[in-house]
């Protein structure tokens, strides 16, 4: 086979995220088995691929998955929440707070807050290529909501609304019924009402949304 046939067949397996998947899941679930000794199904069902078409989508995604050992009950805290992004950021910013603190530091550098750089960056919509909210407006967010979809967790539930839910005209009631039933609510595509129809994907694509998507409509 020709090096540039090579090339071109690995380039599309690259591009076709269902090749990707079963060969992860497949490594995966063969060492899970071999650690565990035992052979069989792994995987309860299918890896699940969605359209996330606005904001109010991506942040309501990265909430219901940093929130998912609180609402399994593993733990009742953001910092002990083991395997979740939002562990990481928060071990991170801590660690660049305690080293901003230290003598000799450069006053400019002292004042940024420094992120992971395994994770996509946080910047509002000031920098590109960043995820466009303000970290601690996201922290503040998901322990906020936390609060909530963990009854016997322990911490301050603010009286006022995180700012970020302000900034995106999100409603309280609305923000954590997506959150909390995330994982029922929306079928290939993700995002409000109008946002579907702007994108033009017809009746059949929207149907895949589920009907219950039209119950959190932004406008």
Known sequence: MLVSELIEKWRSRLYDISW?????????????NKEDNCTGKYWEGRYKSQA??????????????????????????????????????????????????????????????KQPKTLKS??????????????LDYLEL??????????????????????????????????????QNYGNHYGNFVGSKTVLRVNQMGQAQIHWAKRYLYNFSIL
Not at 146 to 168: A, M, R, T
């Open 20 to 32: 990707f998947m079963k060969n992860l899941n497949e490594y995966i679930a063969k060492e899970a």
């Open 142 to 179: 998901v322990d906020w909501t936390g609060c909530h979809v963990h009854p016997k967790k322990k911490g301050y539930i603010p009286k006022s609304v995180p700012d970020i839910l302000v900034s995106l005209k999100i409603e309280e009631a609305t923000w954590l019924v997506r959150v």
């Open 122 to 135: 946080f910047g509002t919509r000031v920098y590109e290529n960043t995820l466009p909210f303000s970290l």
């Open 52 to 113: 996330l078409l606005d904001e109010t989508a991506l942040l309501s995604c990265m909430a219901y998955v940093d929130l998912n050992p609180i609402r399994a009950n593993m733990t009742n805290n953001l910092e002990d929440s083991d395997f979740t992004s939002i562990q990481e950021r928060i071990s991170h910013f801590k660690n660049s707070k305690a080293s901003a603190q230290k003598p000799n530091q450069n006053n400019e550098n002292a004042h940024q807050i």
